[in-house]
């Protein structure tokens, strides 16, 4: 029995965080098996980085949609690896910038041939189970943008108190 499953709709972002996590397990054991020093979840960082010379963290975060903190201790990661350099940005000196360095470009060349692998494979995966899966998804992103979770289960039960009585 699988409780998360059995549970459908209820346990949905759990079913969610366990997919994604066990997709991302699963890219990082790619990386390794590859000789790749990398971790996956500084995928999205070391893509752009491999479309842009160099960027503001700033505009990095709001283009991820990725808090500037939560940002920041990822490039810090990357810096302690070698593979990218933050710098004050020389027109805007509240601003920090952050590119590639030498071995970061090297390292994202070889990526560059496993994340399209990783495409591959993942597109596939989303054909065998369900096309429009990706189309679905942002749906849902979209309708939590019009309208947040928490609205949508206030609308059903008032308030706490009314639903679950005085303690």
């Known amino acids: 029995m699988n409780l998360i499953k059995e549970l ?24 390794h098996s590859c000789g ?16 842009h010379s160099s960027m503001a963290v700033a505009d990095m975060s709001s283009q991820l949609g990725v808090s500037q903190p939560r940002l920041t201790r990822m490039i810090e990661e990357m810096v302690t690896h070698g593979l990218v350099r933050l710098e004050m940005d020389s027109e805007d000196p509240g601003q920090k910038r952050v590119s590639l360095t ?11 041939k496993i994340w399209q692998a ?9 054909s065998e189970s369900h096309p429009e899966f990706l189309e679905a998804i942002t749906k849902m992103e979209n309708g939590l943008d019009d309208r947040s979770l928490f609205s949508r289960v206030s609308s059903r039960i008032n308030t706490c108190e009314d639903k679950f009585g005085d303690k």
């Not at 965080?17 to 890219?27: I, P, Q, Y």
């Open 36 to 51: 790749m020093d990398f971790d996956d979840h500084w995928f999205l960082v070391g893509y752009m980085l491999s479309e």
């Open 118 to 126: 990783v495409g591959e494979a993942t597109t596939e995966l989303i």
């Open 8 to 31: 459908g709709a209820f346990t949905f972002a759990s079913r969610l965080m366990r997919l994604s996590e066990r997709l991302k397990s699963e890219v990082s054991t790619v990386y």
């Open 102 to 112: 030498y071995d970061g470009k090297d390292t994202v060349l070889e990526l560059k």
